[in-house]
């Protein structure tokens, strides 16, 4: 069993976690952030981000934030107090390369003329060829009306860094180590999506989670490989989320070495992969199928392991997607 899976499963097993404790999540209310002003370029400059000004507002308090909405602390500390920060990088070439596909495909759904060939990989030579014309350009279409297109074009470019609220001007390496200091400062914990299962093990140390809160079933996106080449100019035009990601990932080498323990933590890994490789037996049918996007060929493919129709209850909620835990918070949060 390899550490990858795809990113939302993190939101899931979170969620997850939150229902089974009846904890009370915060839901941002999209429905009021439909329309975008064409003059705001820069959501992280906004005094108070659509996404959370319904919550802000609603005298509530909440126990849990788990959302893809860029980092805003002053908000976030108003709707969860004395909140523990956490948050999981992923490899620079994997998240532009997701990003610009699903972005891309949505917009030529309906105008496929504007490349040749609108397959994955004909999308990401033609975006590279000339990234910082066609970023511009993309940014003057009439479909990113909206905050949430607008958010996903502004993932084009150093996209994790974005949702940390960072902005990149400089390359120079006292510019790079201020943000990087920034983010160790405002977060609590920083976990590598290609270390998936190590991230957990330090999850679950720090939260003092059990075991069965950590367990999952792995889901993924067949992705497009591309050449060295291609791979060489996507981590440039991402160099300030490879410079996070690449200090972050030894820091997980790090915390697990000299926090955790070597011995210990390679003990309590093998514990956990067998626990896993259980759960899907258990579970499943040991069979990958699609879960979603497989009749529409401008979204990519979900796939993920079938489930037992004898499975025990609990493989359910393993099952269960982040945007069906989502619905299911909003329902309770309009009953009560």
């Known amino acids: 069993m390899t550490?990858?899976?795809?990113?939302?499963?993190?939101?899931?097993?979170?969620?997850?976690?939150?229902?089974?404790?009846?904890?009370?999540?915060?839901?941002?209310?999209?429905?009021?952030?439909?329309?975008?002003?064409?003059?705001?370029?820069?959501?992280?400059?906004?005094?108070?981000?659509?996404f959370f000004k319904s919550m802000v507002n609603s005298n509530r308090y909440y126990n849990m934030l788990v959302y893809d909405v860029v980092y805003n602390r002053i908000d976030m500390d108003a709707v969860v107090p004395q909140p523990y920060y956490i948050i999981m990088l992923e490899n620079p070439v994997k998240f532009f390369i997701r990003q610009l596909v699903i972005f891309m495909q949505k917009i030529l759904t309906d105008r496929q003329d504007k490349i040749t060939n609108p397959d994955p990989v004909n999308i990401i030579t033609w975006f590279m060829s000339d990234p910082e014309k066609y970023f511009n350009l993309i940014s003057e279409d009439e479909d990113l009306h909206t905050d949430e297109a607008f958010l996903e074009w502004r993932r084009l470019k150093n996209g994790q860094s974005y949702m940390l609220a960072l902005k990149g001007n400089e390359k120079a390496k006292p510019w790079v180590d201020d943000l990087i200091d920034y983010v160790s400062t405002n977060f609590d914990?920083?976990?590598?999506?290609?270390?998936?299962?190590?991230?957990?093990?330090?999850?679950?140390?720090?939260?003092?989670?059990?075991?069965?809160?950590?367990l999952y079933l792995p889901s993924f996106y067949k992705m497009p490989q591309v050449s060295p080449e291609l791979n060489s100019k996507i981590l440039e035009w991402n160099w300030l989320d490879k410079a996070l990601y690449d200090h972050y990932s030894k820091m997980l080498e790090n915390k697990i070495t000299h926090?955790?323990?070597?011995?210990?933590?390679?003990?309590?890994?093998?514990?956990?992969?067998?626990?896993?490789?259980?759960?899907?037996?258990?579970?499943?049918?040991?069979?990958?199928?699609?879960i979603k996007g497989a009749e529409d060929?401008?979204?990519?493919?979900?796939?993920?392991?079938?489930?037992?129709?004898?499975?025990?209850?609990?493989?359910?909620?393993?099952?269960?997607?982040?945007?069906?835990?989502?619905k299911m918070f909003k329902e309770k949060l309009t009953a009560r």
């Open 189 to 214: 914990l920083i976990l590598i999506h290609e270390f998936f299962d190590r991230s957990l093990l330090l999850l679950k140390r720090q939260l003092c989670l059990s075991w069965s809160d950590i």
């Open 259 to 290: 926090e955790y323990g070597t011995a210990a933590f390679e003990e309590d890994l093998a514990y956990f992969r067998t626990s896993l490789k259980n759960t899907i037996e258990v579970c499943t049918t040991g069979e990958i199928t699609a």
């Open 3 to 50: 550490d990858a899976t795809q990113p939302d499963t993190i939101s899931s097993l979170l969620y997850r976690y939150a229902n089974e404790n009846d904890l009370f999540m915060a839901i941002p209310d999209t429905s009021t952030s439909k329309k975008r002003d064409p003059t705001q370029k820069n959501i992280i400059e906004r005094p108070r981000g659509s």
């Open 297 to 326: 060929p401008s979204t990519p493919t979900l796939y993920g392991f079938t489930l037992l129709k004898s499975a025990p209850e609990f493989c359910a909620g393993l099952a269960t997607t982040s945007e069906d835990y989502i």
